[in-house]
């Protein structure tokens, strides 16, 4: 198949993300991941919530599913298991995925299901005029809240490995190939596989600035010794507890990079298609008829034109 570069991934569609938001480096490294890793745009879905973030798939010339807020992981889930031959990826923030979506995220963690979920993690609801999301911290006062937060943060890495995820990582929206690496890494991973982004809010978020980053952040592989990957059953709680004790490190030293990698469990598609013998990767449900009683035979196209309404096709940039 002739490779595509990374121009044919981009969409005419107008941003209206603010000059300088950290969703520009997101969008970039998905692009150039996507270049590399040659994704099919046909057989390639970017499925979001609701919140600034979650306008990405317009901005990406693959399918996309803008959806509600919270339920980017639901969709997603659905997409997913009705061809599982497809590659999805979800784009939520910190907010929508942590907050109202938390129920989804931590469900998708015990599935393993073969999709991989983007964290915007600015630290505020961004959309909504930057009321605190739950990664900030408790006794923060980012400028748009009036008093300071009162509740205590949500750690993604710590709730990423406690649910079950096979790969967690952090990466920082600014450092755009590194962040492309660990994307080509976790969409190659079969598994559930979740990236925890830091990305500044320049409108709403004045402690967590690119300023604030510049001298904390390090990388995890710069440790010759570091080792995230689970080669053997017996090595998995031990580097879980690993990950979870370099997961609470946040203060004059942040790191960002691959925290955790078990290659090792079976993907939720493939414990169905164990279960059911008439749940198939070669067959799948979305390439199915369904027949009801009195009703006629209902097949792909018919579910095609169905759908036929709510497509919105937009041109390459
Ligand atoms: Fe980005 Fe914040 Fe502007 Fe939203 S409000 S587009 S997160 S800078």
Redesign the pocket.
């Known amino acids: 198949m002739a490779s595509r570069g990374v121009a044919s991934y981009r969409t005419e569609v107008w941003s209206d ?2 000059p300088g ?3 520009f480096g997101i969008l970039a490294a998905m692009q150039k991941a996507f270049a590399e890793l040659n994704l099919d745009p046909a057989t390639t879905v970017v499925v979001s919530g609701i919140g ?1 973030s979650s306008k990405t798939p317009h901005f990406l010339n693959v399918n996309g599913v803008h959806t509600l807020h919270g339920r980017g992981i639901a969709f997603a889930t659905g997409i997913k298991l009705a061809n599982p031959n497809l590659t999805v990826v979800i784009n939520g923030g910190d907010g929508d995925l942590l907050g109202i979506g938390v129920a989804h995220f931590v469900a998708l963690g015990r599935r393993n299901l073969d999709v991989t979920v983007i964290i915007h993690n ?1 630290q505020v609801y ?2 909504t005029k930057g009321q605190a999301s739950p990664t900030l911290r408790k006794g923060e006062q980012v400028k748009s809240l009036p008093v300071p937060n009162l509740q205590d943060a949500v750690n993604p890495i710590a709730l990423a490995i406690a649910s079950g995820y096979t790969f967690v990582a952090r990466a920082y929206s600014l450092w755009v190939d590194h962040l492309k690496e660990i994307l080509k890494a976790a969409i190659s991973h079969k598994g559930s596989a979740v990236i925890d982004v830091l990305q500044p ?4 978020n004045d402690i967590y600035t690119a300023e604030f980053y510049k001298d904390r952040l390090y990388k995890l592989e710069d440790d010759p010794e570091w080792d995230p990957v689970v080669r053997d059953p017996g090595e998995e709680e031990e580097k879980k507890a690993t990950a979870l004790k370099k997961a609470e490190e946040w203060g004059t030293r942040i790191p960002v990079g691959v925290f955790y990698v078990n290659p090792l469990k079976d993907t939720y598609e493939d414990r169905l298609a164990k279960r059911n013998p008439a749940y198939s990767r070669e067959n799948p449900p979305a390439f199915q008829s369904i027949y009801s009683e009195g009703s006629s035979l209902v097949g792909p196209e018919e579910f095609r034109k169905l759908f036929d309404r709510f497509i919105v096709k937009v041109s390459r940039r």
């Not at 809010?201 to 709403?204: A, G, L, R, S, W």
């Open positions: 993300w603010c938001c950290g969703d600034c600015n961004g959309l809010c320049i409108t709403y």
